[in-house]
């Protein structure tokens, strides 16, 4: 009885795989290239849209918002710093380079590198970077 079914089995299994065999074919030769090449086409056209979708959308950035700086008048006088001097050490922090602070502040390169210097001796940072960082630290800007 086990020998009848396994046998039914394998004429049932070889049947089915000639039948899909058969109809693999009829497709194969029924369908034209132009068929294959719309469907690669449109397999290539969804893949475009998903790139550009993945690459155009904007990204959601979230910033804390910390207290609201309070300039540290106290300390500001202490050092002695006068108002464009403060307001290089402002502008160094937003990270322009002396050239474009003169341009700014409407004066010669050598006026901001005396403000820079002058600034370096009060201080007492030998660096743009620690400037900056002290800056921060007296609350001398945001």
Same mark, same amino acid.
């Given at each position: 009885?086990?020998?009848?079914?396994?046998?039914?089995?394998?004429?049932?299994?070889?049947?089915?795989?000639?039948? /899909?065999?058969? #109809?693999?074919?009829?497709?194969?030769? &029924?369908?034209?290239? =132009?068929?294959?090449?719309?469907?690669?086409?449109?397999?290539?056209? &969804?893949?475009?849209?998903?790139?550009?979708?993945?690459?155009?959308?904007? /990204?959601?950035?979230?910033?804390?918002?910390?207290?609201?700086?309070?300039? @540290?008048?106290? =300390?500001? +006088?202490?050092?002695?710093? $006068?108002?464009?001097?403060? #307001?290089?050490? =402002?502008?160094?922090?937003?990270?322009?380079?002396? +050239? +474009?602070?003169?341009?700014?502040?409407?004066? $010669?390169?050598? !006026?901001?590198? !005396?403000? $820079?210097? @002058?600034?370096?001796? /009060?201080? =007492?940072?030998?660096?743009?970077?620690? &400037?900056?960082?002290?800056? /921060?630290?007296?609350?001398?800007?945001?």
């Amino acid at each position: 009885m086990t020998r009848t079914i396994i046998l039914y089995g394998l004429a049932l299994a070889v049947l089915v795989s000639l039948m /899909k065999y058969l #109809e693999y074919q009829f497709l194969v030769r &029924a369908l034209s290239t =132009e068929f294959y090449m719309g469907i690669i086409a449109l397999g290539f056209t &969804a893949l475009g849209i998903w790139a550009g979708l993945k690459l155009t959308t904007k /990204k959601i950035v979230t910033v804390q918002v910390g207290p609201e700086f309070v300039l @540290n008048e106290a =300390e500001l +006088q202490r050092l002695g710093l $006068s108002k464009r001097e403060h #307001e290089v050490l =402002e502008l160094m922090a937003q990270g322009l380079t002396n +050239q +474009q602070i003169a341009d700014k502040l409407f004066v $010669s390169l050598n !006026t901001i590198k !005396t403000h $820079s210097s @002058n600034l370096f001796l /009060k201080l =007492e940072v030998s660096r743009r970077t620690q &400037a900056i960082q002290r800056g /921060k630290e007296l609350r001398l800007i945001p």
